[in-house]
């Protein structure tokens, strides 16, 4: 069975604002003649110019070590604009006509690192806050490899789309206001073939990564992307990962099966809402070999039954 790997965010670190704008005032004084706005741009429109994960990677590094030499008030100056300039292009990327879906946007793998880069930023970051973001970043990208073999198309990730949403308008849930992404790199994943982001400030909105496979013929990408559904789902019905959907334990043991750790049931989940997509017609091919295709419509009709109930209330 396809495993992916969950991840939420760490708590986001409090500053005190009030004190930057102290020493910010202080420095002000003793920096404004040395200080460049426009070289000091450039740090951050080279973040922008770069397309691939190692660029942007390289970029953010040099950003980093240049602001954390900056005098306080350029510090915030500069790491304002990167703020407002992440913020207006991550934007214009969600207005993108290609491959939305209702309200899911298909990230193509140029625009994907930086739509990461924004997930790893606080919105109303401070300095101390788009720092430690970065750095974050720069973990992340660590993770990432040379694509090993072929990644899902995005013509294969709408006919997944179209088969969740015409039965069970699972689009309808997961996505109702704010956007879902599903970002499509360019590489491959040292651990994962995907994974599903889930939001750490109350949002029910899921974020989507499909990397390169890293294994050939084992996994298949189909049923892969909409394992990651499955867990958007669950998250959007629940609100908390940690809550599994209403009935899910009772439709277990009515078919004796007994899961122990939350994290099997999470991903359970996440698979029996893969089968109950795949079970719509011209996708039953995609069932991964392992998994009796008898046992299917019985996962297909548990699933509507939540998403009925969800939607009728
Ligand atoms: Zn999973």
Request: glycine residues 4%.
């Given at each position: 069975?396809?495993?992916?790997k969950?991840?939420?965010?760490?708590?986001?670190?409090?500053?005190?604002?009030?004190?930057?704008f102290?020493?910010?005032?202080?420095?002000?004084?003793k920096n404004?003649?040395?200080?460049n706005?426009?070289?000091?741009?450039?740090?951050?429109?080279?973040?922008?110019?770069?397309g691939?994960?190692?660029?942007?990677?390289?970029?953010?590094?040099?950003?980093?070590?240049?602001?954390?030499?900056?005098?306080n008030?350029?510090?915030?100056?500069l790491?304002?604009?990167?703020?407002?300039?992440l913020?207006?292009?991550?934007?214009?990327?969600?207005?993108?006509?290609?491959?939305t879906?209702?309200?899911?946007?298909?990230?193509?793998?140029?625009?994907?690192?930086?739509?990461?880069?924004?997930?790893?930023?606080s919105v109303?970051?401070?300095?101390?806050?788009i720092?430690?973001?970065?750095?974050?970043?720069i973990?992340?990208?660590?993770?990432?490899v040379?694509?090993?073999?072929?990644?899902?198309t995005?013509a294969?990730?709408?006919?997944?789309?179209?088969?969740?949403?015409?039965?069970?308008?699972i689009?309808?849930?997961?996505?109702?206001?704010?956007?879902m992404?599903?970002?499509?790199f360019?590489?491959?994943?040292?651990?994962?073939?995907?994974?599903?982001?889930?939001?750490?400030n109350?949002t029910?909105?899921?974020?989507?990564?499909?990397?390169?496979?890293?294994?050939?013929?084992?996994?298949?990408?189909?049923f892969i992307?909409?394992?990651?559904l499955?867990?958007?789902?669950?998250?959007?019905?629940?609100?908390?990962?940690n809550?599994?959907?209403?009935?899910?334990?009772?439709?277990?043991?009515?078919?004796d099966?007994n899961f122990?750790?939350?994290?099997e049931?999470?991903?359970?989940?996440?698979?029996?809402?893969?089968?109950?997509i795949?079970?719509?017609s011209?996708l039953?091919?995609?069932?991964?070999?392992?998994?009796?295709?008898?046992?299917?419509?019985?996962?297909?009709?548990?699933?509507?039954?939540?998403?009925?109930k969800?939607?009728?209330?």
């Amino acid at each position: 069975m396809a495993r992916c790997k969950l991840f939420i965010k760490p708590l986001k670190i409090q500053t005190n604002k009030d004190y930057y704008f102290k020493k910010a005032t202080v420095s002000y004084i003793k920096n404004i003649e040395t200080f460049n706005k426009e070289n000091a741009s450039e740090y951050v429109y080279s973040i922008f110019e770069s397309g691939s994960i190692d660029e942007i990677k390289t970029a953010i590094t040099k950003f980093i070590t240049f602001v954390d030499n900056l005098e306080n008030i350029y510090m915030w100056w500069l790491c304002q604009l990167f703020k407002d300039t992440l913020t207006k292009q991550t934007a214009a990327y969600s207005t993108l006509p290609c491959g939305t879906k209702n309200n899911v946007i298909i990230v193509p793998p140029e625009h994907s690192p930086i739509i990461l880069l924004y997930s790893c930023l606080s919105v109303n970051g401070n300095p101390i806050d788009i720092i430690n973001g970065s750095k974050k970043f720069i973990v992340r990208c660590d993770e990432f490899v040379s694509p090993i073999y072929d990644a899902i198309t995005v013509a294969e990730i709408n006919r997944v789309l179209n088969a969740a949403q015409k039965t069970y308008r699972i689009l309808d849930i997961i996505a109702p206001t704010k956007p879902m992404y599903i970002l499509c790199f360019n590489n491959s994943h040292t651990e994962h073939n995907s994974q599903c982001g889930i939001p750490y400030n109350g949002t029910r909105t899921a974020t989507i990564f499909l990397f390169h496979l890293k294994e050939n013929g084992i996994c298949n990408r189909i049923f892969i992307f909409a394992h990651e559904l499955g867990h958007a789902l669950h998250l959007a019905l629940t609100g908390n990962i940690n809550i599994i959907p209403n009935g899910f334990d009772e439709f277990n043991k009515s078919m004796d099966i007994n899961f122990e750790k939350l994290q099997e049931k999470q991903e359970a989940f996440a698979d029996a809402v893969a089968l109950a997509i795949l079970n719509t017609s011209g996708l039953r091919l995609h069932f991964p070999t392992e998994h009796s295709k008898d046992m299917s419509p019985y996962f297909a009709k548990h699933i509507k039954t939540i998403t009925d109930k969800f939607l009728s209330v």
